[in-house]
């Protein structure tokens, strides 16, 4: 049959799931329903602007549309209430030449009048699992939504898009272009976990890499999975307990616990999972009690266990770096020599030798052997007073034979760390390091700098190989357990991701909030990164090479639809033409 739209034109529609119903978007601010037999049996409203696109989610339970001015609005299937709008994203409008090199090159193909401005073209779709809303409009702004409506993703297209759809595993988008091209993107951002109500002050990957523990001032500490299908707004489990706000975690090599540190200097001990009642199946979801508290005088600002799991070792204010039995909570040993505050501590893989960093300027090296100091070494250089700067950045490298220290005076050092002898000093650069790592096969060291710069080294002679200027302050370098890749977060909310050999940018993700901590996780298959917002963002890794340009339109490309097998791509254009890919 025919269905009298009653309107100049119909840009979209829509069917629900179940095929009874259709919605129809044209020339009006409003939403139109037919029932199966044709007959208008509803409409939605918007009041703002032009519908241009409509979606229906894979389950039936919602619809959304888009205006030509970019907004998106959502509204509940079963009873017409107006559940959210998302407001058009800030994002380069399309130039005057642009739009109109846009329209001549459309008239000239199809000889109809030009293309529509892009800045006004809006396109919503659902994933096929329907956790995930795309939204294209305002130039050349792409995002994604997550169920609650939380940007997930920002993306800027390369030219202003007129359609978008995701892919059937719901890991790529695909969009029609008005460059004349129709592309494939891939995408990044898995979920956003909404952890706290305050900010995520710590995070740690257990060793398996399936979940994630996080920290916040907010006293809480919760574990959330990294499985793609996880949950978002859902712990695996909370460890309860803490009194004060979280400043450091740490989880057991072996994954059997889950230690803490808070702000009134306690640290706590808790099982990875709670243990059972008498004759009951283990819940893991059943929250976690503390089996050990290990009180310190003053604020715990670092946490290490020890590669065979038997030991814990902590640092704190009074700068006494101890060392305790993890199961009994016995002390073990006291290391007393930083002046002030010791700031940060780590075992290496040997289980005996650890090193402590403080606001005193020292590095100590401290050697454990049956319960007594072997060596007690200061990481400071021949004739500097033995009170310099603070240490502000350490990183083991090479099997944790050797570690390096950036100071507040400006000074990085590569120390051996059996004897504690300075071996070398990297220069070359001018302002203060703000992040430091050092790649574990020993052949780079790369430091970040508040001039907004990332320098590289060689570690095996100091030569400075790259020093370039990036687009903001870095708070945290690390490098993926393969060492092909490096992470940096930006104080500014974004990550950048580098290959590790040449620091060629390979990838930019969108963190909404800034934070102080991003991880590759385990496999280095995801990426981790906390929020002053109490959130964590979790992304997936694709290579760039996932990115890719369907060419060889003579004009805009309208639309986008994938097959459901989702191995073939159709796109419609002003040129008359539909091509299959």
């Avoid at 409409?43 to 039936?60: E, I, N, Q, R, T």
């Avoid at 700098?449 to 790259?466: I, Y």
């Amino acid at each position: 049959g025919v269905i009298e739209a009653d309107v100049a034109e119909v840009t979209d529609l829509a069917f629900t799931p179940d095929g009874q119903s259709l919605f129809t978007v044209g020339s009006e601010p409003e939403v139109k329903r037919w029932d199966a037999t044709g007959k208008l049996v509803g409409k939605l409203p918007g009041g703002k602007a032009a519908f241009h696109s409509v979606a229906v989610k894979p389950d039936g339970s919602e619809v959304a549309a888009a205006d030509r001015e970019g907004r998106v609005q959502v509204w509940s299937l079963a009873d017409g209430k107006l559940l959210r709008t998302i407001e058009p994203a800030e994002s380069k409008p399309a130039s005057a030449e642009w739009t109109e090199a846009v329209a001549k090159a459309t008239q000239a193909a199809t000889g109809a009048p030009g293309t529509p401005d892009p800045a006004e073209v809006g396109a919503v779709a659902y994933s096929a699992d329907g956790k995930r809303l795309v939204v294209s409009g305002a130039g050349q702004a792409i995002r994604v939504f997550d169920a609650a409506g939380r940007v997930l993703e920002r993306l800027e297209a390369e030219s202003p898009v007129g359609d978008v759809r995701f892919a059937v595993d719901g890991g790529r988008l695909f969009m029609a272009s008005f460059d004349n091209n129709a592309r494939a993107r891939s995408l990044s951002l898995e979920r956003r976990i909404e952890a706290h109500e305050a900010p995520v002050a710590a995070l740690a990957v257990s060793p398996d890499g399936q979940f994630v523990l996080s920290g916040g001032t907010d006293k809480r500490m919760r574990l959330w999975s990294l499985a793609a299908d996880a949950v978002n707004e859902q712990p695996v489990r909370e460890f309860v307990g803490s009194t004060e706000a979280i400043t450091s975690l740490a989880i057991a090599r072996d994954g059997s616990r889950v230690i803490a540190a808070t702000a009134d200097g306690q640290v706590s001990v808790w099982p990875f999972v709670s243990p059972p009642a008498e004759g009951q199946p283990v819940d893991p979801a059943k929250p976690v009690e503390s089996v050990l508290s290990i009180p310190h005088e003053t604020v715990v600002h670092g946490v290490s266990v020890s590669a065979d799991n038997l030991k814990l070792a902590t640092t704190a204010e009074d700068g006494v770096t101890r060392v305790w039995e993890l199961v009994s909570g016995r002390l073990l040993q006291r290391f007393v020599g930083h002046a002030k505050a010791a700031l940060d501590v780590a075992f290496a893989p040997d289980n005996k030798t650890l090193v402590s960093v403080g606001t005193d300027g020292q590095g100590r090296i401290e050697t454990l052997a049956t319960l007594r100091t072997v060596v007690s070494t200061n990481l400071v250089s021949e004739g500097e007073s033995p009170v310099v700067s603070p240490i502000t950045q350490f990183a083991y490298y090479t099997n944790a034979s050797q570690a390096v220290t950036a100071n507040a005076a400006n000074r990085i050092q590569l120390w051996t760390v059996d004897n504690g002898q300075s071996v070398r000093e990297f220069v070359g650069f001018e302002a203060g390091v703000t992040a430091l790592a050092a790649r574990a096969d020993g052949t780079h060291l790369i430091a970040a700098t508040a001039d907004q710069k990332l320098s590289q080294w060689n570690l095996g002679n100091a030569e400075l190989m790259t020093q370039f200027t990036v687009p903001g302050v870095v708070r945290s370098l690390r490098y993926s357990a393969d060492n092909q890749r490096l992470l940096a977060a930006f104080d500014d909310g974004m990550l950048r991701v580098y290959n590790a050999a040449d620091l060629a940018l390979l990838y930019e993700l969108q963190s909404d909030a800034p934070g102080r901590t991003a991880v590759f996780s385990t496999d280095g298959r995801r990426m981790l990164a906390t929020s002053q917002q109490g959130e964590i963002g979790v992304w997936a890794y694709a290579s760039p090479e996932a990115i890719r340009t369907f060419g060889g339109h003579g004009a805009s490309v309208y639309s986008v639809a994938i097959t459901k097998d989702g191995k073939r791509l159709a796109s419609a254009s002003a040129d008359q033409t539909v091509r299959l890919w």
